[in-house]
């Protein structure tokens, strides 16, 4: 009988409290690297190939401690990215409210993935083998497998373990990194989304932290873009490269700066490229410091905060409420050079959308674009329109 007893207590490993926690957080953090590794950058954007040796346990023990059927959450995931912000995003704070998608993201994703359109449409190239087709489609069944292991090897205090390993990637990934990586942060890139990066250092989420640069280069396997940055995911998986277990298929192009380089088409692919980072350098290097000048030039006509202009004027005006756009409307009527620089910058991004326009005409729009601005008369937009020709893309 104290046999039973001791079993329903410790389990077979009967751990004391400070072990435990230390083999809860050993076995969560492996899920974080699962899902960031296995489902994120080699499922979704094919960024990374992993040998079966790893995808295999991995798949394996996502199905345990997630139930996540590997073709809906790629299918969700991809969607989010297709229809990033919109109605139709699966997890958008900025549709949603962030409440909702951080207190019950998890549900946001359960109704994408019973859309068949949506799995059909944005799950092509998942496995469809034996195991998934027997075992991991079936998402409860995981769980409850490893409910059974929890309790057997833990006891009693299995089943704590076992409600906090189910509840950790629904509050984190689908919670924390959709919701508040739509929300507050820092942003490297001047993307077309609200996506952000949470901390510089992507440890406990596996490098998932670094959200906005995700956003901005998603095929890449490494989130981390700034030489301050870490990401663990892309260490672990330069560690399974190392020895074969991993073969990078894509990462974000280095961009360089040629002071001496002429405007060319080698310009023309660097800022294509890395088109997020030259809108940041152009609000950065145009839009602030003018911001600056008129605003201690002619403060009581702008009628706002040098920080509220500048936080217009730099932001997405599809995130603007009716307010926002209204002010944005006065300030940029109150100030010409302020309107102009606008401008400039909504003629910059249209040559995004021009990409499958002929390279020579685009080439020839962006010398265009880079000869006007010089003579505007701005001493900042004439800088950068000067500076463009310097970027360039690292060679491999």
Same mark, same amino acid.
């Given at each position: 009988?104290?046999?039973?007893?001791?079993?329903?207590?410790?389990?077979?490993?009967?751990?004391?409290?400070?072990?435990l926690?230390?083999?809860?957080?050993?076995?969560?953090?492996?899920?974080?690297?699962?899902?960031?590794?296995?489902?994120?950058?080699?499922?979704?954007?094919?960024?990374?190939?992993?040998?079966?040796?790893?995808?295999?346990?991995?798949?394996?023990?996502?199905?345990?401690?997630?139930?996540?059927?590997?073709?809906?959450?790629?299918?969700?995931?991809?969607?989010h990215?297709?229809?990033?912000?919109?109605?139709?995003?699966?997890?958008?704070?900025?549709?949603?409210?962030?409440?909702?998608?951080?207190?019950?993201?998890?549900?946001?994703?359960?109704?994408?993935?019973?859309?068949?359109e949506?799995?059909?449409?944005?799950?092509?190239?998942?496995?469809?083998?034996?195991?998934?087709?027997w075992?991991?489609r079936?998402?409860?069944?995981?769980?409850?497998?490893?409910?059974?292991?929890?309790?057997?090897?833990?006891?009693?205090?299995?089943?704590?373990?076992?409600?906090?390993?189910?509840?950790?990637?629904?509050?984190?990934?689908a919670?924390?990194?959709?919701?508040?990586?739509?929300?507050?942060?820092?942003?490297?890139?001047?993307?077309?989304?609200?996506?952000?990066?949470?901390?510089?250092?992507?440890?406990?989420?596996?490098?998932?932290?670094?959200?906005?640069?995700?956003?901005?280069?998603?095929?890449?396997?490494?989130?981390?873009?700034?030489?301050?940055?870490?990401?663990?995911?892309?260490?672990?998986?330069?560690?399974?490269?190392?020895?074969? #277990?991993?073969? /990078?298929?894509?990462?974000?192009? &280095? =961009?360089?700066?040629?002071?001496?380089?002429? $405007?060319?088409?080698?310009? !023309?692919?660097?800022?294509f490229?890395?088109?997020?980072?030259?809108?940041?350098?152009?609000?950065?290097?145009?839009?602030?410091?003018?911001?600056?000048?008129?605003?201690?030039?002619?403060r009581?006509?702008?009628?706002?905060?040098?920080?509220?202009?500048?936080?217009?004027?730099?932001?997405?005006?599809?995130?603007?409420?009716?307010?926002?756009?209204?002010? #944005?409307?006065? /300030?940029l009527?109150?100030?010409? &050079? =302020?309107?102009?620089?606008y401008?400039?910058? $909504?003629?910059?991004?249209? !040559?995004?959308?021009?990409?499958?326009?002929?390279?020579?005409?685009?080439?020839?729009?962006?010398?265009?674009?880079?000869?006007?601005?010089?003579?505007?008369?701005?001493?900042?937009?004439?800088?950068?329109?000067?500076?463009?020709?310097?970027?360039?893309?690292?060679?491999?």
């Amino acid at each position: 009988m104290s046999f039973v007893i001791d079993f329903f207590e410790g389990g077979l490993l009967n751990l004391s409290l400070g072990p435990l926690i230390g083999v809860f957080l050993i076995a969560t953090f492996l899920t974080v690297l699962a899902v960031t590794i296995y489902l994120h950058r080699c499922m979704a954007h094919r960024g990374v190939d992993l040998h079966p040796i790893v995808s295999h346990p991995m798949r394996l023990w996502l199905w345990l401690t997630t139930g996540m059927v590997t073709r809906e959450w790629v299918a969700v995931h991809r969607k989010h990215h297709a229809r990033c912000e919109t109605e139709e995003d699966p997890h958008s704070p900025q549709t949603h409210g962030i409440g909702k998608v951080l207190f019950h993201g998890v549900a946001l994703y359960r109704v994408a993935a019973l859309d068949p359109e949506v799995i059909e449409k944005y799950g092509h190239g998942c496995p469809n083998d034996v195991p998934e087709r027997w075992f991991y489609r079936h998402s409860a069944l995981g769980p409850t497998v490893m409910a059974l292991l929890d309790l057997a090897l833990f006891g009693v205090h299995g089943i704590t373990f076992w409600a906090l390993q189910m509840i950790w990637i629904p509050f984190f990934a689908a919670g924390v990194i959709n919701g508040l990586g739509h929300y507050v942060g820092y942003r490297n890139f001047t993307t077309d989304d609200t996506s952000t990066n949470l901390v510089p250092w992507g440890i406990p989420l596996g490098g998932e932290e670094l959200h906005n640069n995700h956003h901005a280069f998603p095929s890449s396997a490494r989130f981390s873009m700034k030489r301050w940055e870490f990401d663990i995911g892309w260490a672990v998986i330069q560690g399974l490269s190392a020895v074969g #277990l991993a073969k /990078v298929r894509r990462v974000a192009p &280095r =961009l360089l700066r040629d002071e001496a380089a002429s $405007l060319d088409a080698e310009t !023309l692919r660097a800022v294509f490229a890395h088109r997020f980072t030259v809108m940041s350098d152009y609000c950065k290097h145009v839009i602030r410091p003018l911001v600056r000048e008129e605003y201690a030039r002619a403060r009581e006509a702008l009628g706002a905060s040098k920080g509220q202009i500048r936080r217009l004027m730099t932001g997405d005006q599809r995130f603007f409420d009716g307010a926002k756009r209204r002010r #944005l409307s006065e /300030v940029l009527s109150s100030n010409g &050079r =302020l309107a102009e620089v606008y401008e400039y910058r $909504l003629r910059l991004q249209a !040559l995004w959308d021009r990409s499958t326009t002929d390279p020579e005409a685009l080439l020839a729009s962006l010398r265009q674009w880079c000869r006007e601005a010089e003579e505007s008369g701005i001493a900042s937009l004439r800088e950068f329109a000067r500076s463009v020709s310097a970027y360039r893309l690292a060679t491999a």
